[in-house]
């Protein structure tokens, strides 16, 4: 009787260490919530030289940074005015690009149209993209906090982000952005401002891409929401990510006219016109 | 029919992965160079900077007037450069190449890298 008892304690006391270590993903399990793999390496999916919105992008080939590559998001009057001047400086190579100085992150949402690979670590309580680019690394916040107060934030490259998952699609809402003062989406010039806010569902398809769906709103630069969709593309298994220390070996710096200089292996500026 | 569909659909998504590929970013503006002027020579290795934001290959080549003239070649990052196959050795100093690049507009002497070969054949970039 008494060896009888031991066992059921032996039983009981593995039952109940196992149910303490399964106690956190029960709880996720109280949620419904079954995360998806987006484990891996991934790059971009679209080409166009990162020019962010590329089913409005014109000639439709055109690569961001090339004299007369364009994209046409409902823009107000203004934020044409100021896209068209951006666009004069690319013509005449002058319009710098922010992270080409290798000092500050591409910000969000041009992290999503960045060369080299991502990386998308899901976890129960938040989401990283990580850019090996920059690097940037973006956090958008699934554990049921509210966005900031005003008075709790301030504008910042990646902005604040916070979401849930509505089966294995990430829902989330990105504000606070610093916009046109730091960043632009890509180097056509094209800019937001410190207003805009941007709604994304985030999945994979069933080829087999994550896929970005944007939907951006801003006030004072777009006359209506503007609906913007990126991808990516898993890489091989086995593809690593490496270091990206930018400013190692910089060997062009930009002008304070915007010029990009090339400078010699003596570090000084090798161009005949400088 | 569903089975059929299906591949179809992964057909036509890797159709469009192959075409869609960027094939080459630069970190700032490539407008300095000249796309228009490949130049084609034979060079020999000063330096390899394996180095973000890119890499530089530092060349002597020889001028109208038989003398080495130092040139700085730019190329990619080295994470995409290592993922396309080259390494932090596949240039040595005394290397003799056949190099392809776009020059700088003004006449200085560096260029944005097309493509290199080795003596042994090995090729890198677009060649």
């Keep these: ?274 | 029919m569903y089975y059929h569909k299906n591949l179809l659909r992964k057909i036509i998504t890797l159709a469009f992965l192959i075409v869609n590929v960027d094939i080459a970013h630069s970190h700032h503006s490539s407008a300095m160079f000249d796309k228009n002027d490949i130049r084609h020579v034979d060079a020999i290795v000063k330096e390899f900077q394996w180095a973000n934001p890119h890499v530089w290959i530092q060349i002597y080549i020889e001028n109208q007037n038989g003398k080495q003239e130092e040139w700085s070649i730019e190329g990619l990052g080295t994470n995409g450069l290592f993922r396309k196959g080259w390494r932090p050795n596949s240039f040595k100093p005394g290397d003799i190449i056949e190099i392809k690049f776009n020059p700088m507009l003004d006449g200085s002497s560096a260029g944005g890298f097309i493509g290199a070969k080795l003596t042994n054949g090995k090729t890198f970039g677009r060649w």
């Design chain 1, 1 to 274: 009787m008494a060896n009888k008892k031991n066992i059921l304690k032996f039983i009981f006391m593995i039952v109940s260490q196992w149910a303490l270590f399964l106690l956190p993903i029960n709880s996720y399990a109280q949620n419904n919530l079954t995360l998806p793999d987006w484990s891996g390496v991934w790059e971009r999916y679209e080409g166009n030289g990162g020019m962010f919105d590329i089913s409005t992008t014109k000639p439709p080939e055109g690569r961001a940074g090339r004299p007369g590559v364009r994209q046409y998001p409902p823009l107000t009057k203004i934020w044409e005015e100021k896209y068209k001047k951006n666009l004069e400086l690319v013509a005449i190579d002058r319009l710098p690009d922010p992270i080409s100085v290798c000092g500050t992150p591409a910000g969000f949402p041009r992290l999503l149209a960045l060369p080299d690979v991502y990386e998308f670590i899901v976890r129960p309580e938040q989401t990283w993209i990580i850019t090996e680019n920059g690097p940037n690394i973006m956090r958008i916040y699934t554990d049921g906090r509210t966005l900031p107060k005003p008075d709790d934030r301030w504008l910042t490259y990646t902005g604040e982000s916070v979401g849930y998952w509505e089966n294995k699609t990430l829902v989330f809402k990105t504000i606070s952005m610093i916009g046109e003062k730091s960043t632009i989406l890509d180097r056509s010039g094209m800019t937001l401002s410190d207003q805009a806010e941007v709604n994304a569902r985030m999945f994979k398809t069933d080829e087999g891409l994550l896929r970005v769906e944007l939907v951006i709103e801003d006030s004072i630069a777009l006359t209506e929401p503007w609906h913007v969709t990126r991808h990516f593309r898993r890489l091989i298994t086995g593809t690593r990510v490496y270091d990206y220390a930018c400013a190692e070996n910089n060997r062009n710096p930009i002008t304070n006219s915007g010029k990009t200089l090339t400078l010699g292996p003596d570090g000084k500026p090798i161009d005949i016109e400088f």
